[in-house]
Structure formats: C-alpha cells, structure tokens
C-alpha cells in the first residue's frame, strides 16, 4: 500500500517487519520475486531493449558483481551479524531517500561511476534488498528522467534479481519451493498498490513519505540494536 501512495519501495518497507519473524538471508529470497514481476512490464515497455542496455552496460556489470559478493557475504554472517548489516544499510536507504542528494557527472565519470554504483546497490539488495534509492541516484544523475529511468531502473532490477537468485541456487541455498513462496508473495503486494490508488491522490504525499522513512530508520535500528553487536 506504502508503494501505491508514495512510491516507496516494497522491500525497504517490508524488510524490517520480515526480519522479525524470518532469517535475512530468506527475508531477502522471500522479497526477490515481487521485485521482478513488478518491474518486467517496466523493463519491456517501449521496445528498444537493446540500446537501452548499451546505455546502462556500467552499472548492469556492477550490478551481477556486487550480488555475487554480496551473497557471498550474507552466506558467510551469522544471523545476528546479517541482521545487523542489513538494518545498517535499510537506514543508509532510508537516509538516502530523505536527503535526495542531486549529483552530476561528467561523461568521462559516467561509466566508472556506473559500475561503482550498480557494485553497491547489488551489494545492498543482496543484504538488506533495497538497491533503489543508488540506482535512482545515479540514473537521475546521468540525466534519465520519465520513462526512460522508468525502464532502465527495471531491467538493471531485473538482472539484480535474477543474479541474486542464480547466486543462491549456486551454492544450494535456495530452492524451487523458496522461489514458489516468493512469488506467491508477490499477490498481496499487487493488491494493496491497487486498493490504495484511490487514495493516491487524497493524501499529501510529501509529508506520508517522511513518515513512512522514519518508521525505516527506527525499524532499522531496532533491527541493529536487536542484533546486540552493539
């Protein structure tokens, strides 16, 4: 519902509330297909697939090599210690996401900063699953704007995702049945976007948003305090 008002990502807010029942590890797996069937109708509307991804190869490379370092990494923490890293980076979203910092860069920079920013949201996606508020920087930066950041934040999802899930499989940390639940739980998600879309536009979204941000950081700190590596 947070999604259908104010175009918060799903994961950022649901995450916190999945860490209190699940493992990250499977809070991630469990908010892996949501992000895909979500954003394939984005990725594939207008065509022109192949220039579009001529345009992003930077942080799309960056992206398949940051999630396998960064499952790599989950894997390797103990829970109270992925726990911990995953509420430290939903509050660095969350931070992200209220500064809205406007950055620019000059064509020379476009590309290395591509990768270096498609490295660190498949790292934090793999983590915490929230990749957007880097991707959307970034892409802003490079001048993307209205439909076209719309389909290239997509398909640089999309293969995040598909990278995550193929990096679990590898190493037998996932299965069918895990991949089965996950996109069972992509139903509610799409109902609530269509419940509230009557209400979009009869609640002030600016002051919604702060709102639902600050929840994030507090969840997120609970999530590290809870952890007690603190």
Not at 10 to 22: G, K, R, Y
Not at 134 to 160: C, D, H, N, P, R
Not at 162 to 167: M, S
Not at 185 to 190: L, M, N
């Amino acid at each position: 519902m947070v999604k259908g008002i104010v175009s918060i990502g799903v994961p950022l807010v649901a995450m916190p509330i999945l860490s209190q029942f699940l493992p990250i590890k499977q809070a991630v797996l469990l908010l892996s297909m949501p992000i895909i069937l979500g954003n394939i109708p984005q990725a594939l509307e207008g065509g022109e697939m192949l220039p579009t991804v001529r345009r992003i190869a930077a942080p799309l490379i960056g992206t398949v090599l940051g999630n396998i370092v960064g499952v790599t990494v989950l894997i390797s923490l103990a829970p109270h210690r992925a726990q911990a890293a995953a509420g430290g980076l939903l509050m660095l979203a969350a931070l992200l996401l209220l500064a809205a910092p406007r950055l620019t860069f000059s064509p020379a920079l476009a590309k290395p900063a591509g990768f270096v920013f498609g490295f660190g949201a498949a790292v934090m996606e793999s983590i915490a699953s929230v990749p957007g508020p880097l991707l959307a920087m970034y892409l802003i930066a490079t001048g993307a704007t209205g439909k076209a950041f719309t389909k290239q934040i997509a398909i640089i999802l999309v293969v995040s995702i598909l990278t995550l899930i193929l990096t679990f499989s590898g190493g037998a940390h996932t299965s069918l049945t895990d991949i089965a639940i996950s996109t069972a739980a992509s139903v509610p998600v799409i109902i609530g976007i269509m419940l509230v879309r009557p209400l979009r536009d009869k609640l002030p979204p600016g002051a919604f948003r702060i709102l639902v941000l600050l929840f994030v950081l507090a969840a997120a700190f609970q999530m590290i305090w809870k952890s007690h590596v603190l």
